[in-house]
């Protein structure tokens, strides 16, 4: 048995919703470098409609994309039900968007560039119970 695999299987799944593929990609290769799993989404059509949406422990999710915002994301979540942590993190965002994310139960709210130990912080933050 090995161990490694064992224990990927168990760490927190951390899913990325951002169209921009570099963020994707550099957000899943920090969260796996420092031991959790990711997935990667370029919309949140795409992740709604994945195997993972059920399996998601945080939500890292911009604001601005194509198609649906992060916004309407975190929206039909809660309509459906599903609790996921969200952590935004966004760019382009104003304040009136940020404080109606964090109403709508965003863990946290990050904007771009953010410093790699800010957002691993507000994951851990997201993923860990009574963490604040």
Known sequence: MNLTNEADCQSPLIS???DDPSVRNSARRLLRSSGLRAEAF???DDFLHSEFVGKTDCLLLDVYMPGMNGLELQRRLTA?????????LSAK???DEERQALQGGAVAFLHKPARQE?????????ITPGAA
Not at 80 to 88: A, K, R
Not at 118 to 126: D, F, K, V
Request: glycine share 8%; hydrophobic share 65%; charged share 10%.
């Open 16 to 18: 990325v919703v951002d």
């Open 42 to 44: 370029a919309s949140g």
């Open 80 to 88: 459906m039900g599903w609790q996921i942590p969200i952590v935004f």
């Open 93 to 95: 965002a104003s304040e």
């Open 118 to 126: 800010a957002l691993l912080q507000a994951i851990r933050a997201a």
